[in-house]
């Protein structure tokens, strides 16, 4: 499979954002199959831009928003990426299931994923997915979205990508999918064919705080109770901040980790962002779920932990094209937004960790998401768990 990046600053003015675009693309030769993948910022006009690309393309254009971009030229604020995939011998298929709500996500993420895997000749080797549900208070939780893809689609299929962003107002967010601009919904690509998928996740939290309490009640991503207390009783006892609701910028650079038991006996660990305190119930909720049984610590994040983990994630994929012989020509990246706010005003320490490293002949385009989907390899079978991630630094190879 090959593929190229697409860029253009330019977003108010879409005939000429397209033009720069497909100019790009000319001495790109499309194969029988191929896959647009657009990210840019929340103010540009998807549903106006794709009857242009249209007029071009005839295969399909997914994506969403995102509060920043990373590419071979480092971080962007603002513009328009198109990461192209096309091959002879993979297949693509790619829709969006639409107006979810709690009561209704599952059914149609069923069907969204059954009509696309039927237009497929094999069993899909990946699923790319970006989704807009992410306020866990009104909306359904990462955690949700990514075990009813995975029940759809089945635990040995894959699943990358995350949740879309904005400039942290949280109401701008947007899923596309050839044409169509939605916040409630979830965007699927399932890729079929001989690839071979290598992953790497990274949670930079290596330091902890001496803060560790078993979840003795919770409610998915709700925790009410840490050992023989309320979860806000715990949080007082350590000196940590409580004097608001609405917390999530207070623990940022504070995520909380945890060890996430599996059904099969093995575990995963995770980090969760803390968003809201109930001062009522003495609750908190997290932007991921947060199992009862788990022991629950926190993380301290500096700038150096996250350019630091940034370039552990890079040594791990690059070795991962090295024992492949440099097959895999794709890289697609995702982090979280709370480590863009963990670099302050230096943004480009992410992207240095890869900028002069990168092969030539590798495409490598990525975002800043509100939270990661990424497989994750359990601690003591070694198998591989779609999951849900927060303050992660996720890469697949392809």
């Not at 599952?106 to 009509?115: E, G």
Request: charged share 20%.
């Amino acid at each position: 499979m090959d593929s190229i990046v697409l860029y253009t600053e330019e977003i108010d003015d879409l005939r000429e954002a397209a033009a720069e675009l497909l100019v790009q693309t000319w001495e790109f030769p499309l194969k029988k199959h191929s896959l647009a993948i657009l990210f840019t910022e929340e103010d540009t006009d998807f549903e106006g831009l794709y009857p242009i690309l249209a007029e071009h393309w005839d295969f399909p254009v997914v994506g969403c928003t995102t509060m920043g971009m990373l590419g071979r030229q480092g971080y962007c604020a603002i513009g328009i990426f198109v990461l192209l995939l096309t091959a002879d011998d993979c297949f693509f298929a790619a829709g969006m299931a639409r107006d979810l709500a709690p009561d209704n996500y599952r059914a149609k993420i069923a069907q969204t994923y059954r009509s696309l895997r039927e237009t497929l000749p094999s069993e899909p080797k990946l699923i790319l997915s970006y989704g807009g549900m992410f306020r866990a208070e009104e909306h359904v939780s990462g955690d949700d979205m990514v075990d009813a893809i995975t029940e759809a689609a089945g635990k040995n299929i894959p699943l990358f990508g995350g949740l879309a962003a904005d400039g942290f107002n949280f109401t701008g967010f947007r899923v596309f999918c050839n044409g169509e601009s939605v916040q409630n919904g979830q965007m699927m690509a399932l890729i079929a064919g001989p690839i071979d998928p290598k992953f790497v996740a990274i949670n930079s939290v290596e330091n902890r705080a001496n803060f560790s309490y078993e979840v003795t009640e919770a409610r998915h991503n709700e925790v009410l109770r840490l050992g023989s207390g309320t979860f806000l009783e715990a949080l007082e006892h350590e000196d940590m901040a409580v004097n608001k609701s609405d917390v999530l910028g207070d623990y940022l650079l504070s995520p909380f980790v945890l060890m996430m038991k599996r059904e099969d006996g093995d575990s995963v660990e995770v980090a969760r962002n803390l968003t809201t305190l109930n001062h009522t119930t003495g609750a908190g909720t997290f932007l991921g779920a947060v199992p009862e049984g788990s022991i629950l610590s926190v993380g301290l994040i500096g700038r150096t932990d996250v350019q630091q983990s940034v370039r552990q994630a890079f040594d791990r994929i690059f070795e991962e094209l090295e024992a492949s012989g440099h097959k895999h020509k794709t890289l697609l990246c995702n982090s979280c937004c709370a480590r863009f706010l963990a670099l302050a005003s230096n943004t480009k320490e992410e992207t240095d960790a890869y900028i002069n490293r990168l092969p030539d002949d590798v495409s490598l385009v990525g975002i800043y998401a509100y939270g990661e989907y990424c497989p994750e390899k359990g601690n003591k079978t070694g198998n591989s768990y779609n999951l849900f991630h927060n303050f992660t630094f996720t890469i697949v190879a392809l």
